[in-house]
């Protein structure tokens, strides 16, 4: 799955020749970034963690011989993150 990911950031620059000091200025990129997907029957559930007795458990994931969490922040799909 291809995400794409727009960020922002500060960068020195000289308005010219003559200048010597640096000047800030903001500016603002995006980058598509490919995340790995699995099928849930490939990743079985390791361990299953409740904090809280009132909310979901969340399960951690065995692949390829680590633990993964499943997480969705910030995007509809949901997508594994190594935790």
């Known amino acids: 799955m291809e995400i794409q990911v727009e960020y922002q950031y500060q960068e020195e620059y000289l308005p010219s ?3 010597r000091k640096p000047r800030l200025r903001d500016a603002s990129g995006a980058m598509t970034v490919e995340v790995q997907e699995i099928a849930q029957t490939s990743a079985p559930i390791a361990f299953l963690v409740h904090k ?7 399960d951690f994931r065995l692949w ?10 910030g995007f509809s ?4 993150i190594r935790r």
């Open 17 to 19: 020749k003559r200048h």
């Open 52 to 58: 809280i007795l009132k909310d979901k458990p969340t």
């Open 64 to 73: 390829n011989g680590q633990l993964w969490k499943l997480t969705t922040r």
């Open 77 to 80: 799909a949901p997508l594994i």
